[in-house]
């Protein structure tokens, strides 16, 4: 890491007005006229301080290693000057958990597809499903490579070491369908979640949300997509003794409900050379 003896004069001068300004919000619960007066003064002082100088440009270049400072430096103004009371930084987390939400809301009439892998004592597994966002919610889910379908009224079970598909009837009402994320979502409106900072992961910028229920989740920056989440592992399950297994959210979008993409949700639309056994009896147990 490359230290830096001294930071330019005017990034020395906003350390010490932020310095201020965060003691000036964070140091009253109930700020008067004159404050609030004062951060406007003071956020219109330092945005002047950070727009850009063309006249001093060239002189920039020497302080390219304190570049992360700077950034750090509009970060922490955007925080804590943005406000003009101590409820805006919690605004702020508030929209973040809000555009974290409506990412992870299906909307109706749509296909939802997420493909979600995991490791767990050296060994990968992954779960591929399409689901019908609204009724009769038909799916196909490919998981352990086993490959699965349900129209709402008949399921399906794909066997490749014979090309055959087993259909039997299924006429069991169906409830709206729990995708991978199903439990982040519902946490996320819980009221509870709270945004602990940003991280990168394998070069990407990611939110990182803390769930009421130890589950952690982390959205892309850019678009609120998610693309991990750490989940706390009760004994005993997939052999772990209480541990915590990162799942990677490979997949996780919305599809039109087209012709080409309403076959996703059928294994024999998938497999259309297969031989079709209707006799519920030469089902295998699974």
Same mark, same amino acid.
């Given at each position: 890491?490359?230290?830096?003896?001294?930071?330019?004069d005017?990034?020395e001068?906003?350390?010490?007005?932020?310095?201020a300004?965060?003691?000036?919000?964070?140091g009253?619960?109930?700020?008067?006229e004159?404050q609030?007066?004062?951060?406007q003064? !003071?956020?219109r002082?330092?945005?002047?301080?950070l727009?850009?100088?063309?006249?001093?440009r060239p002189?920039?270049?020497?302080f390219a290693?304190?570049?992360?400072?700077?950034?750090?430096?509009?970060i922490?103004?955007v925080a804590?000057?943005?406000?003009?009371?101590?409820?805006g930084?919690a605004?702020?987390v508030a929209?973040i958990?809000?555009?974290?939400l409506?990412a992870?809301t299906?909307?109706?009439?749509?296909? !939802?597809h997420t493909k979600?892998?995991?490791?767990q004592?050296g060994?990968?597994?992954?779960?591929?499903v399409?689901r019908q966002?609204?009724?009769?919610?038909?799916?196909r889910?490919?998981k352990?490579?086993m490959?699965f379908?349900?129209?709402?009224t008949?399921s399906?079970?794909?066997?490749?070491a014979t090309?055959t598909?087993?259909e039997?009837p299924d006429s069991s009402?169906?409830?709206?369908?729990?995708?991978p994320?199903?439990?982040v979502?519902?946490e996320?409106?819980?009221?509870?979640?709270q945004?602990?900072?940003?991280?990168?992961?394998?070069?990407t910028?990611?939110?990182k949300?803390?769930?009421p229920?130890?589950?952690?989740c982390?959205?892309d920056?850019?678009?609120?997509?998610p693309?991990?989440v750490?989940?706390p592992?009760?004994?005993?399950?997939?052999?772990?003794?209480?541990?915590v297994?990162?799942?990677?959210v490979?997949?996780?979008e919305?599809l039109?409900?087209?012709?080409?993409?309403?076959?996703l949700l059928s294994v024999?639309?998938?497999?259309?050379?297969?031989?079709?056994?209707?006799?519920?009896?030469?089902?295998p147990?699974?």
């Amino acid at each position: 890491m490359t230290t830096v003896d001294r930071l330019p004069d005017h990034l020395e001068r906003i350390g010490c007005q932020l310095t201020a300004a965060a003691q000036d919000l964070y140091g009253s619960s109930s700020p008067s006229e004159r404050q609030a007066s004062d951060r406007q003064a !003071l956020r219109r002082q330092l945005v002047g301080e950070l727009r850009p100088r063309p006249r001093r440009r060239p002189r920039m270049r020497i302080f390219a290693g304190v570049s992360a400072v700077s950034a750090a430096a509009a970060i922490a103004l955007v925080a804590l000057v943005g406000s003009t009371g101590s409820g805006g930084p919690a605004a702020a987390v508030a929209a973040i958990i809000h555009h974290a939400l409506r990412a992870v809301t299906p909307p109706a009439g749509e296909i !939802l597809h997420t493909k979600v892998l995991g490791t767990q004592n050296g060994t990968t597994f992954a779960n591929e499903v399409w689901r019908q966002t609204a009724p009769p919610y038909a799916s196909r889910a490919i998981k352990d490579q086993m490959e699965f379908s349900d129209n709402g009224t008949t399921s399906f079970y794909y066997d490749p070491a014979t090309n055959t598909i087993y259909e039997r009837p299924d006429s069991s009402p169906r409830p709206a369908p729990n995708d991978p994320v199903a439990q982040v979502r519902q946490e996320l409106a819980s009221g509870q979640a709270q945004v602990t900072g940003t991280v990168v992961i394998d070069g990407t910028s990611l939110y990182k949300i803390d769930l009421p229920r130890g589950f952690v989740c982390y959205f892309d920056t850019s678009n609120y997509a998610p693309r991990y989440v750490d989940a706390p592992q009760r004994a005993g399950h997939r052999g772990t003794r209480g541990t915590v297994v990162r799942f990677r959210v490979e997949v996780y979008e919305y599809l039109p409900m087209t012709p080409a993409n309403r076959d996703l949700l059928s294994v024999t639309a998938q497999h259309p050379g297969a031989r079709i056994d209707t006799n519920p009896s030469d089902a295998p147990a699974f």
